[in-house]
C-alpha cells in the first residue's frame, strides 16, 4: 500500500515555498528551509527551544503530533529535503516570482510578478486550513532572527550556528 506525504514531492515544495513568500515578502534562504520544514511538520515546533513569548506554542504542536507522518529522525529529515528545497526556489526564481539576484545573495525576495488567480485561492486556503499552526509558523517564528546565539538556527537544531557572522 502505498501512502502519499509531501516530503519529497517537489511541486508541493514549490507551493509551500509560494506560501512563504507571501507571507514573507523577504528572508533568508535558511529561514525559508526551516519555515518550510515547519509548515512540513508542524510538531516539529514542539522540539524547538522557543522564547518566553512562544511557550504556549509547543501544547499546540503537541496535539498536533502523528507517529505515523512525523519524521523518524527530524535532523536527517531536514537535510534530506535540502536538494528538492533547492529546486523549488530556483524554479520559483526562475518564473519570476522571486528576485533572481537576490536569490543569489541568499535571500528569498518576492518580486512584483502577480500569482495567478486560482493559485492565489490555493494558498490562502492552504493557509485558512493550517490556521492557529501558519499563524505560528509564518507570523511569529518567522520573526525570529535566523543567526547566532538564539537565533532560529540554534533554537530549531536544524542548522549550525555557531560560524555564523552577526
Known amino acids: 500500500m502505498l501512502i502519499y506525504h509531501p516530503t519529497h514531492d517537489a511541486y508541493h515544495c514549490v507551493f509551500r515555498m509560494l506560501v512563504i513568500s507571501e507571507a514573507i515578502p523577504e528572508l ?48 536527517t529529515t531536514f537535510r534530506e529535503l535540502r536538494n528538492i528545497q533547492d529546486a523549488a526556489l530556483k524554479c520559483i526564481a526562475a518564473s ?6 537576490r536569490f543569489s545573495e541568499g535571500y528569498v525576495t518576492r518580486t512584483v510578478e502577480s500569482i495567478p488567480i486560482d493559485l492565489q485561492e490555493k494558498i490562502d486556503a492552504f493557509v485558512s486550513e493550517r490556521g492557529k499552526v501558519a499563524d505560528i509558523i509564518l507570523g511569529k517564528i518567522s520573526k525570529i532572527e ?8 540554534q533554537r530549531s537544531s536544524l542548522m549550525e550556528y555557531r560560524y555564523d557572522v552577526t
Open 146 to 153: 535566523l543567526r547566532g546565539a538564539n537565533g532560529l538556527k
Open 96 to 101: 519570476g516570482l522571486i528576485d533572481v539576484d
Open 28 to 75: 533568508e534562504v535558511d529561514k525559508a528551509r526551516i519555515l518550510d520544514f515547519y509548515l512540513l511538520f508542524p510538531s516539529a515546533i514542539s522540539t524547538m527551544r522557543l522564547p518566553s513569548n512562544l511557550r504556549g506554542v509547543r501544547k499546540i504542536a503537541d496535539a498536533i503530533a502523528n507517529p505515523y507522518h512525523d519524521p523518524l529522525n527530524i535532523n
